[in-house]
């Protein structure tokens, strides 16, 4: 992998570190799962969207709105992946 290009979507572990919290703590929180078949990663914006949103703040550092944190929830949300045989 190039490392000059910063990956949009972690592993549990790089999500983990992100966060600064055990790898087990953070998969507990759900946040910004993307599955690609059987592998699950971690979309960084969602987990800065998230982030933003507990502190306060929005990516400029100004309160965020009411829609704003309403769409921060929304994004930080686990996805549902549909079954279908």
Do not use: C, W
């Not at 966060?19 to 971690?42: C, D, I, M, N, Q």
């Amino acid at each position: 992998m190039d490392r000059s290009i910063t990956p949009r979507l972690l592993t549990a572990s790089e999500a983990a570190a992100y966060f600064r919290l055990p790898v087990t703590r953070f998969r507990r929180l759900r946040l910004g799962e993307v599955s690609l078949g059987a592998k699950v990663l971690y979309d960084r914006h969602a987990l800065d969207a998230y982030l933003d949103h507990i502190s306060g703040l929005g990516r400029s550092g100004q309160p965020i709105s009411e829609a704003d944190a309403a769409l921060a929830r929304f994004v930080a949300r686990p996805r549902r992946t549909s079954r279908n045989p």
